[in-house]
């Protein structure tokens, strides 16, 4: 169990990340290819990244130096996810490059003695060797995580959207209570129920930085070093697409049709016209045209930020999911 100790001060400096962290979700999509759990929810990826691996020939480099440095175990080397990340891939890379020696040698060190790592890990405290690695971690990303990052973000401005309505509901203890299923505020501890080591830490005023993570599956993931600053990777929601013709929602259809019914039910967590569109099955200028009828309805809210158009439910539109079987994720 990881259990975070909050001050009332760290309370006031609880944060939500406002872009997708690229090396986290670097080091949460390799532990998508080790495992067969959450599958079906990125089944999509999967196809499109062994495909893209197999035709780039980055097949051979991720078996051979991505997977062993990120293994799906209970411990990675921290240096490989800096907090540099949250301003963007180069940032983070040129943080991986600069990171001091004996914190490399140290985690490298670490990750052989509990999870083991090839031979040539020694040498990542050279130049040559690093930089190899940040080639790597480049071509990865643009390869398998690039190709995917409009819906990265839009599911990210949804999760900011879900956050941003159960603060204004239930407060921070709201938020707190509602990351994870693993996760729990028990006043002023945050627990960890199914983290796989035993820790403490200690926030001591530092806050704690929460980033939603597309590729996190299940299991919340922190940093190992508690002296580093305190971030806190948990999985978005993920529902799998209900078949068009499903039994538990024919009253629904009946009254709003088939595309609204699958646009009410993307709004319950949140969701830009885009990922709507998806998730109904047609186009995005078809989506637009519902969203309307839902909004004039009084069913969802809708909210420009940037260029993209969000939209999530009204207490009247949860109420009628509700109704109907489905579980409001608000």
Not at 25 to 39: D, K, M, N, V
Not at 48 to 65: C, E, K, M, N, Q
Not at 154 to 177: D, Y
Request: glycine share 6%.
């Amino acid at each position: 169990m990881l259990r975070f100790h909050f001050t009332p001060e760290d309370l006031t400096r609880l944060r939500i990340a406002t872009a997708p962290h690229p090396l986290w979700e670097i080091a949460a999509s390799l532990h998508r290819f080790q495992t067969h759990e959450g599958r079906w929810a990125y089944a999509p990826w999967y196809r499109t990244a062994r495909s893209a691996l197999s035709t780039t020939g980055l097949d051979r480099a991720v078996r051979t130096v991505l997977l062993p440095l990120f293994p799906r175990a209970s411990y990675f080397p921290d240096f490989l996810t800096p907090a540099d990340g949250a301003a963007g891939l180069d940032a983070g890379l040129e943080s991986i490059l600069a990171a001091p020696d004996r914190q490399v040698a140290r985690e490298v060190t670490k990750l052989r003695e509990i999870v083991g790592a090839p031979a040539w890990t020694r040498k990542l405290t050279d130049g040559p060797m690093r930089e190899q690695l940040v080639r790597a971690l480049r071509a990865y990303h643009h390869a398998v995580i690039t190709p995917f990052e409009e819906r990265i973000h839009e599911r990210l401005h949804a999760e900011r959207t879900r956050q941003t309505r159960t603060l204004c509901g239930t407060g921070i203890e709201g938020v707190l209570n509602t990351l994870a299923p693993s996760i729990r505020w028990r006043p002023p501890v945050l627990e960890l129920g199914n983290y796989p080591t035993e820790c403490d830490i200690h926030l001591n005023g530092r806050g704690l930085l929460l980033i939603p993570s597309y590729f996190c599956w299940n299991t919340p993931v922190s940093l190992a070093d508690p002296d580093l600053p305190p971030v806190l990777l948990y999985p978005l929601h993920h529902s799998p697409a209900a078949p068009q013709g499903a039994d538990g929602h024919l009253p629904l259809h009946a009254l709003l049709g088939i595309t609204r019914t699958g646009i009410l039910r993307a709004a319950a967590t949140g969701a830009t016209t885009t990922e709507a569109a998806r998730h109904a099955g047609v186009t995005p200028t078809t989506a637009s045209h519902h969203t309307t009828v839902l909004r004039d309805a009084g069913l969802i809210t809708s909210h420009r930020h940037a260029n993209t158009m969000l939209h999530a439910l009204t207490p009247l539109g949860a109420s009628l999911l509700q109704q109907n079987g489905t579980r409001s994720l608000l």
